[in-house]
């Protein structure tokens, strides 16, 4: 499945059991939703949250907004039933947690099957264990229904026995492995949550960290997170003009035969072009996500 190139600037874990979360999360400016009935969910809680999730994405008023279903492992008594409900509750894909291998994917998928989930509805993986890291292009290539990749970082650095540093150096090579290879998949890639809510410096320092290293956008834990990810992962002004320009000079040096412009003293060639596109692209998306979720 080619994933349809959209927004992540800020994708919110809303947590299936709080009917009050999914309610508000039709207001909110994040560009999509995890809609958890995972790690979110008491145990005794999760039969009511599946109903609520289902309930919640079925009545709709979610805008543009991506929706994810969160299930349960299919190891757990929740995951089977989990998949099933999801598959045609109308959600835009259903995220796996502590994805290890192809098999695992593919499990689910026949379940989705099973369950009448519709051609287009998207599987998505939670990368969050040293061996899913190993095993990602594995992973990436399993179907052609892979969406992308999301960061479960926490359980990540407690398995990798790691420490939640400034600059996440721990974890560089794990990020770096499922980045690889979801671009060479073309999928999706977001980052993992940042859990000090009261640090904003530290927090919008991981989202330019994220957004240097490639990833699509942030997983978010709060709402009042949504902002510094939406700014820092959107083009900002200066290269939404640039690329504009390098697009218009490059199309005028095409017609006259070049395959290299300069502009502003800068050599452009058909790979930078390609990189504007992508930006104005993902600009004007932002701008039909606003006004679709408005």
Not at 24 to 49: M, N, W, Y
Not at 64 to 92: F, K, Q, S, Y
Not at 205 to 210: I, L
Not at 231 to 238: G, L, T
């Amino acid at each position: 499945m080619a994933t349809v190139a959209r927004p992540r600037r800020s994708v919110l874990y809303m947590p299936g059991s709080n009917a009050r979360a999914l309610e508000k999360a039709r207001t909110l400016a994040a560009d999509g939703l995890i809609l958890d009935l995972e790690d979110a969910v008491s145990p005794d809680a999760k039969d009511v949250a599946r109903q609520q999730v289902c309930d919640a994405v079925k009545a709709g008023g979610y805008g543009g907004r991506e929706l994810l279903v969160r299930v349960n492992g299919l190891a757990t008594p929740w995951g089977a039933a989990d998949v099933a409900a999801a598959a045609t509750c109308g959600a835009h894909g259903i995220l796996i947690p502590k994805v290890e291998s192809a098999d695992m994917v593919r499990q689910v998928e026949a379940l989705m099957v099973a369950n009448g989930a519709p051609a287009d509805m998207a599987i998505w993986c939670m990368m969050e264990t040293p061996r899913g890291m190993l095993k990602a292009e594995e992973i990436a290539g399993s179907t052609p229904r892979m969406g992308g990749f999301v960061m479960g970082t926490s359980d990540l650095a407690k398995d990798l026995h790691c420490a939640h540093t400034a600059m996440r150096l721990p974890m560089i090579t794990s990020l770096g492995l499922c980045l690889l290879a979801a671009r060479a998949w073309g999928l999706a890639a977001l980052d993992g949550v940042y859990l000090d809510l009261n640090d904003d410096a530290g927090f919008e320092a991981h989202c330019q960290q994220g957004l240097e290293l490639g990833f699509d956008g942030k997983t978010l834990i709060h709402p009042k997170t949504i902002e510094t990810a939406n700014r820092v992962f959107a083009p900002s002004e200066k290269e939404i003009t640039w690329s504009k320009t390098i697009i218009a000079a490059h199309a005028e040096a095409a017609k006259e035969g070049k395959g290299v412009v300069v502009v502003e003293g800068k050599l452009i060639e058909n790979l930078h072009v390609e990189n504007a596109r992508r930006i104005v692209a993902l600009s004007d998306q932002i701008a039909a996500l606003a006004a679709a979720s408005a």
